[in-house]
């Protein structure tokens, strides 16, 4: 489960495509269009595992 750090909104990883570009693995939230960070850990059964980081404040 990801969740947008702008709106909250919660989501299945499924419904928000992880992309790569200059600053790192994201996904943009389907709601509001943010732009929120993921992580890699590695590849399991042929699949990369991503993560949402917690957020600090």
Do not use: Y
């Given at each position: 489960?990801?969740?947008?750090?702008?709106?909250?909104?919660?989501?299945?990883?499924?419904?928000?495509?992880?992309n790569?570009?200059?600053?790192?693995?994201?996904?943009?939230?389907?709601?509001?269009?943010?732009?929120?960070r993921?992580?890699?850990?590695?590849?399991e059964?042929?699949?990369?595992?991503?993560?949402?980081?917690?957020?600090?404040?």
């Amino acid at each position: 489960m990801w969740k947008c750090i702008r709106c909250g909104t919660e989501f299945e990883a499924d419904e928000a495509e992880a992309n790569v570009d200059s600053f790192g693995l994201h996904f943009m939230c389907p709601v509001c269009g943010r732009r929120n960070r993921l992580r890699s850990h590695g590849e399991e059964d042929g699949f990369l595992v991503l993560e949402q980081p917690r957020e600090e404040n």
